[in-house]
């Protein structure tokens, strides 16, 4: 994501929105913007993922259901034989999975988070002083994964980098 696309998106969103609500944005590069939104607050959170929401749970929640379904697939397609051969290996397979079916699983993923979720995410951040409610969405670890490794698992693109500055002559190409 690029500052650009980001500020396209909110301009648009902006003039769709019948009421005043207030965004929460981590300190990303892209969400780095000058706008005069109408409709639209918004509020830069800190780095530290002691505080974000979204670092809390909100985005581990669909996460580790999108990777488990993921996974299933490969074992259903490894069982099946349907790779053809019998002898491509789970990455291999997870490739050929194509952008549609990864999309029916995200939003398998994200419909399966619940309210509770999202308001314990913001009640552990700080933003809520109500008792924590029981989780239902505490996705169930794999049996053939230790804690360590289902750890790892879900969280092996925590440092990956998701957006970058543009040199001074860079210009965003989209499409």
Not at 156 to 163: G, I, P
Request: aromatic share 8%; hydrophobic share 40%.
């Amino acid at each position: 994501m690029v500052p650009e696309i980001f500020s396209d998106w909110l301009a648009k969103w902006d003039r769709q929105l019948k009421r005043i609500i207030l965004l929460l944005v981590d300190n990303c590069i892209s969400h780095a913007i000058d706008l005069n939104l109408k409709n639209i607050k918004i509020v830069s959170l800190p780095t530290t993922s002691l505080i974000q929401p979204c670092d809390q749970g909100i985005t581990r929640a669909p996460k580790s259901r999108y990777r488990i379904d993921m996974r299933w697939n490969i074992i259903n397609v490894m069982d099946a034989g349907l790779d053809g051969t019998g002898t491509l290996r789970a990455s291999e397979i997870a490739k050929k999975v194509s952008f549609l079916e990864a999309l029916h699983f995200v939003k398998k993923a994200w419909d399966e988070v619940s309210d509770v979720t999202i308001r314990n995410c913001f009640r552990h951040g700080g933003f809520i002083r109500t008792k924590q409610e029981d989780n239902p969405d505490v996705t169930e670890k794999p049996a053939d994964l230790s804690d360590d490794d289902y750890e790892a698992w879900i969280n092996f693109d925590v440092n990956l980098e998701t957006a970058e500055k543009l040199q001074k002559n860079q210009s965003v190409k989209y499409g």
